[in-house]
């Protein structure tokens, strides 16, 4: 909408949504009224620039286990929290849901996160969920 390039992603939704739809002309007659919803704007989109530049370097110089490491930390600052076992992310991840986020096979995560188990580092559901 804005440049009026082609979408570059999709979503899914789990559950119950309501949805708006947003004429093309109002949203940018909105950001001509509005120098503060522009400013967040920018501020959101450099915000998803700057993660997506670290995804990139992080898939092109370091190990599986690193990444799976920081998107962890990722998730837990966005939304973990703590409980007396340690701090518990806020969606429960399968581990195909964190080896598509990553890249990566399903064994090679469930590889690391049992090492990181059996090192007292995680906890798992019965689930498999993190």
């Known amino acids: 909408m804005i440049d009026g390039g082609s ?10 949504v309501r949805l708006v739809k947003i004429r093309g ?3 940018l007659a909105a ?12 501020r959101m989109m450099a915000k998803r620039l700057r ?8 898939a092109t110089f370091e190990t599986l286990e690193v ?5 962890v930390l990722y998730l837990a600052a ?5 409980t007396p076992q340690g701090l518990r992310l806020a969606d429960r991840l399968r581990q195909a849901d964190l ?11 469930i590889t690391i996160l049992n090492a990181w188990r059996a090192g007292g580092l995680v906890v798992l559901t019965q689930s498999g969920r993190c």
């Open 78 to 82: 966005r939304g973990g929290r703590q």
């Open 51 to 58: 993660r997506t530049f670290e995804l990139f370097q992080d």
């Open 31 to 42: 950001l001509a009224r509005s120098p503060e919803l522009g400013e967040a704007l920018c």
């Open 67 to 71: 990444r799976l490491a920081r998107q």
């Open 25 to 27: 002309a109002a949203f």
């Open 99 to 109: 080896a598509d986020l990553l890249g990566a096979t399903t064994r090679s995560i």
């Open 7 to 16: 979408r570059t992603a999709a979503s899914v939704a789990e559950g119950r």
